[in-house]
């Protein structure tokens, strides 16, 4: 493995880490808080 392709390795894990890490945090922050207010709010009218 060329150092280029180490780099290269080490990003897409970095992503993938990060990338997963932040849509689990916000997707779930955001589904709960605007899938909340949604329901509440059409679910009653």
């Known amino acids: 493995m060329t150092q280029q392709h180490l ?3 080490h990003d897409l894990a970095k992503d ?3 990338g ?3 849509d689990k945090l916000y ?3 955001l589904d709960k808080l ?6 509440k709010l059409y679910g009653h009218t």
């Open 34 to 39: 605007y899938g909340h207010t949604l329901d």
């Open 20 to 22: 997963h890490t932040l």
């Open 7 to 9: 780099f290269a390795a």
């Open 27 to 29: 997707g779930h922050t």
């Open 16 to 18: 993938k880490l990060y």
